[in-house]
């Protein structure tokens, strides 16, 4: 058995070996080991080198592991998309005789809300479902249900439902830190990721003390193979949204926690070879010193120091605080880590490449180059004083190249629902000349006949960037500004598109995702209503819902475009200031909309989508969560930005 200054002396003597290229451990292992299994007092040296061998050579299997889930992935989402576009969801049609729709009032919860006060905003659908005991006839080929109550529901259903439920809901914010907790869903699959992880540092670890540097050298291993995928999922111009329908902001929780195992891995890293030197090196006389003055090890130190760094400037309460300076470190920082990594071990160069290819992509070629546009705008605030309007007219580009298609064209090829991009604005000073800040795109999106378009930006102010843009704009009439993008994902859209029930709900300045969403999926409906039914008649029923702290906030929209939407036949409920009157009954609300829609049609599909804080949102996704538990087929989708 071999002893400890065995294993010392030759790991001093092949430190920087155990790190070298797989051949290079073949030819070591060809000479070195079969002389090891013929003495059987060399036997203790070979599980150090078969150790470290096992780990090059599994390492290379999550490469393809994670090739097989984004096929997994891409398969699922290409299936989806044809599988809706051949079906036709069944939408319900109206009687062309305009019928009245009775709301059900919202009531704030401090019971100071007069009920006709509260929905006085509210406008009237027209062509909205008579009730079930209407004398009205039908057209043929309508179903209505002989009961209202349904036949019980197999077990397998209701198991089911209450999966789906379970993944809808939300919990609590963490205690003490108040920290945001995602759906049950997304923490699943959040956690299967980090399973994964797990999996690939202790599988066939030997966890012991003389074969410690197997398991730093495992560790650091799983490090640099995550490079790439790191930086792919923070990239805004990636190849994921083309296959999966996952735009970057959808990735960014999963770019968070990858981050956090990378840090992770970088501390058992070092832990690991800070023991090394502790149990085999320093009993031969080699000290700590001259052990981090080490070349390899002193680069490897920094680079543990840069990644701890961009962990800790990257916490929640360090980006609320300081968001303009997150944004310039974060970048310097992660430039800095990769170079250092380079120099660390030149085994790991392989995929600091990848991850610096993705960068410079992303950041220089597309950000920088392909998807930057300069245009004059004009700023308007309006009256509440704290907030600053940005229109801009774009005139749009006839054709997209090919490159376009991919990862999508600037803004002069127009946009989509819910898309956002990234302002800069270089009058403001100069330190804002190289920042650039996410905003959400709150006008209706061009069609393809357009041969212009509107592009609108409500900014709110809150600190640094915004608070200088709001302060402008009141001495100000217009800007030079730089517009990145856009970016985002069409997943609310397609939900709605695909529902006969569509619920949307604002928060704020929530409108700007709400607006442009409402919009879209009129104009799908009444495209398909012109191909296969007569004009008088509309596609099933969409609702606004915009809830707003005072009321000079619904000077943010133009008169004519609230009644463009009523005119559109789209209802919008705007309840009582919030400031003034409290919170409204959203979930008593969303509930009442669902049931009164499934007393007149069976197999009723609702889609949600809600924009706004943070507890608004978790009210709304948890109502649906009780909802799907109760037998109705509800989708949801929250529209909150992942920074």
């Not at 070298?20 to 090891?36: H, P």
């Not at 995602?182 to 690939?200: C, D, E, K």
Request: hydrophobic letters at 45%.
């Amino acid at each position: 058995m071999a002893t400890n200054e065995d294993l010392g002396s030759e790991l001093t003597s092949r430190l920087a070996l155990s790190l070298k290229a797989t051949a290079a451990l073949d030819s070591y292992v060809a000479t070195q080991t079969d002389a090891a299994h013929t003495q059987n007092n060399d036997r203790g040296h070979s599980p150090l080198v078969e150790g470290i061998l096992f780990s090059r050579e599994f390492i290379l299997s999550y490469q393809a592991v994670l090739l097989g889930l984004l096929t997994i992935f891409a398969v699922r989402h290409w299936l989806s998309w044809s599988w809706a576009r051949r079906r036709q969801r069944p939408l319900r049609t109206y009687p062309s005789t305009p019928k009245r729709l009775t709301s059900v009032n919202f009531e704030a919860h401090d019971g100071n809300v007069d009920p006709s006060e509260a929905s006085s905003a509210s406008s009237t659908v027209l062509g909205t479902p008579p009730s079930l005991h209407s004398s009205t006839t039908y057209q043929a080929g309508e179903r209505l249900p002989l009961l209202v109550e349904k036949e019980p529901v197999a077990t397998r259903w209701q198991l089911k439902r209450k999966i789906r439920a379970f993944l809808i809901y939300q919990p609590s914010p963490v205690p003490i830190i108040d920290r945001v907790l995602p759906s049950n869903g997304t923490t699943m699959a959040v956690l299967a990721f980090l399973g994964l992880q797990i999996f690939y540092v202790f599988y066939r670890m030997p966890l012991s003390i003389p074969l410690l540097f197997v398991f730093a050298d495992r560790t650091s291993l799983l490090f640099v193979a995550n490079l790439p995928l790191l930086y792919l999922f923070a990239a805004k111009n990636q190849p994921l949204k083309l296959l999966t329908g996952y735009s970057y902001e959808s990735l960014n929780i999963v770019h968070r926690r990858l981050g956090e195992v990378m840090c992770l891995l970088a501390l058992l890293h070092s832990v690991g070879m800070v023991g090394v030197w502790y149990t085999i090196l320093r009993p031969t006389g080699f000290t700590l010193a001259r052990f981090l003055l080490i070349k390899m090890i002193l680069i490897g130190v920094g680079a543990f120091v840069v990644y701890e760094l961009i962990y800790f400037t990257s916490l929640g309460s360090f980006r609320r605080q300081w968001y303009e300076l997150f944004l310039v470190l974060h970048v310097i920082l992660q430039v800095a880590a990769l170079v250092l990594v380079w120099f660390h071990h030149h085994n790991s160069r392989p995929y600091v490449g990848a991850a610096l290819a993705i960068f410079l992509v992303d950041r220089v070629i597309y950000r920088m180059v392909l998807k930057i546009r300069y245009t004059q705008t004009s700023l308007h605030v309006p009256k509440d004083g704290g907030t600053a309007i940005l229109c801009a007219n774009l005139p749009l580009a006839r054709k997209r190249q090919s490159w376009n298609r991919i990862v999508g064209g600037h803004v002069v090829h127009g946009w989509k629902a819910t898309e956002h991009i990234f302002l800069t604005v270089p009058a403001l000073s100069r330190n804002h000349i190289i920042q650039a800040h996410p905003f959400t795109i709150a006008s209706k999106p061009p069609v393809g006949s357009d041969t212009d378009a509107k592009i609108k930006l409500i900014i709110r102010a809150q600190d640094g960037f915004s608070a200088d843009l709001v302060r402008h704009a009141q001495g100000h009439a217009s800007a030079m500004v730089r517009m990145d993008g856009p970016y985002g994902s069409q997943n609310a859209l397609q939900l709605l598109q695909q529902s006969d029930l569509s619920i949307v709900i604002a928060g704020g300045s929530g409108i700007a995702v709400a607006l442009p969403l409402v919009w879209a999926v009129q104009q799908c409906r009444q495209v398909h209503d012109l191909e296969a039914k007569p004009k008088n008649e509309l596609f099933s029923k969409i609702v606004l819902i915009w809830v707003i702290r005072q009321e000079s906030h619904v000077s943010w929209l133009d008169t004519r475009e609230i009644q463009d939407l009523k005119d559109a036949g789209i209802e919008i409920i705007i309840p009582p200031p919030t400031g003034t009157c409290g919170h409204p009954d959203l979930s008593g609300k969303i509930a009442a909309l669902i049931s009164d829609h499934a007393v007149s049609y069976e197999n009723v599909k609702t889609g949600v989508v809600c924009s706004g804080p943070d507890g608004m949102n978790r009210a709304v996704r948890n109502e649906c969560s009780s909802l799907v538990a109760q037998g109705h087929d509800i989708g949801v989708e929250v529209e909150k930005f992942g920074w």
